[in-house]
Structures are given as C-alpha cells and as structure tokens.
C-alpha cells in the first residue's frame, strides 16, 4: 500500500484565498484524522471521521475550517477565507477502526501551508 | 484536561550511548500511550504502543514503559545511531483522541 497520501505537500497563498487540502487514507481504513501542527502549539486534533462521518470536530477553530469525508478513499479540509496565522503543516492520518485502543494511526507526510 | 510533557526539549549524544526519553501526562484516565518519530518534513511513525493495563512494549533497540499510576512514561534506546536522528512524540488516547507531548529532538552524533 502506498500509505496515507496527503496534496498538495506544499501551498503558498494569500490572506483571504480559499485552501483546500486532500487526503487519500489507506484503503480499508474506517477512520480518518486531521491533524494541526505548529511550533507553538504542538500537534493537535481538528477533526475525525469514523465510516466517512464526522465524529468530533470540537477542534476545529472556527467556521473558516470546515472539512468533508464524501467517501471511503477522499478527504478535503478546506480554509475559506485563510489568514496568516493558518500557516501551519497539515497532517491527515487514518486507521484501521479508530475506536480500538490497539489501533495504530498512520500519518501522511503532511501539507506545509503558508498564508502571506 | 490531558496535558502532555517531555522532557528533555533536546538532546545530543555520541553515537553509541544508551538514553532514555521521558514523558509525562496530567490524567492517568488513559487508554493507551503511543511513542512516534517524526523525521525532518515528514509525517509520523508509530514507534511502540503501550495498553493502559501493560507496563511496557519493545522493538528491537527500544523500550518503552509505562507508569499509569504516576503519569510517566519512558522510551529507551538503546546503542544510539546517526540513523535514529529524529523529533520524538508521545501521544496518549483518552476519549477516543491521541493528545500529543511536544516532542524530544534527538541528535546523535557520529
């Protein structure tokens, strides 16, 4: 398997522009999870999908962010308007079933966003 | 609310050397502890992880062990390599999220 597949692995923009980030999750995964992670503040849980539906996105910043799951293989977590303070590496993660404690999560390699 | 601390920020050591990483967490009200390495520009890889009933986990030069009662949590490596240059994370599981610590940045000098 190719393992979790992230795009773009780079994005530059500007303040105001709409993001959107991708995340293919290893096939057969039930569960998907994005993830946050800046020098200030470490990395951090945004949101997490279980059978394509979400089921905590209590770290979700504010409504600019908003993310989707229409399918098994697809994820997109979308920035609208960004601003440069979003400037962060994006990582999607999935695993197998996501609600067993033996469950290991399998990162992509990230998306390193720049808001200017 | 889960908070989790490793200590040292760094750490540089000769080739060789065995060290030990540490790990703290505020509530003992987990369901496992993970230890992952992150290479410069790259994502995460699960290293060991730890059941909450288990009191440690290993994998070749690792080690990694488990104090629920205290919030504490080592990994050891052992015979340290160039190769194993990279930021350490650990991570705990309560309530169905992973609570990462800040990490260990680790150099091993050749």
């Known amino acids: 398997d190719a393992g979790v597949i992230q795009s773009p692995r780079h994005e530059v923009t500007e303040m105001g522009q709409e993001v959107t980030l991708r995340c293919k999750p290893i096939s057969g995964h039930n569960s998907l999870f994005w993830y946050r992670q800046t020098m200030m503040r470490g990395l951090e849980l945004l949101i997490y999908?279980?059978?394509?539906?979400?089921?905590?996105d209590s770290g979700m910043p504010e409504d600019r962010f908003s993310a989707k799951m229409p399918n098994a293989s697809f994820s997109t977590l979308k920035i609208q308007p960004s601003e440069p303070r979003d400037s962060a590496v994006y990582f999607c993660a999935s695993s197998l079933l996501g609600t067993e404690t033996t469950d290991t999560q399998y990162f992509g390699p990230g998306t390193r966003l720049t808001v200017l | 609310k889960q908070e989790v601390t490793q200590i040292p920020a760094a750490l540089s050591v000769p080739e060789g050397e065995n060290l030990v990483l540490n790990c703290s967490f505020t509530d003992s009200a987990i369901y496992n502890l993970q230890w992952f390495r992150q290479d410069p520009g790259k994502g995460l890889t699960s290293l060991l992880l730890i059941q909450s009933s288990q009191r440690e986990q290993t994998s070749g030069r690792l080690n990694a062990s488990l104090d629920k009662s205290s919030g504490r949590s080592t990994l050891y490596i052992a015979a340290s390599q160039p190769g194993d240059s990279a930021t350490y994370l650990c991570?705990?599981?309560?309530?169905?999220?992973?609570?990462f610590g800040t990490g260990t940045l680790l150099a091993v000098q050749p």
């Open positions: 999908f279980n059978n394509n539906v979400p089921i905590d």
């Open positions: 991570a705990v599981l309560a309530t169905n999220k992973l609570i």
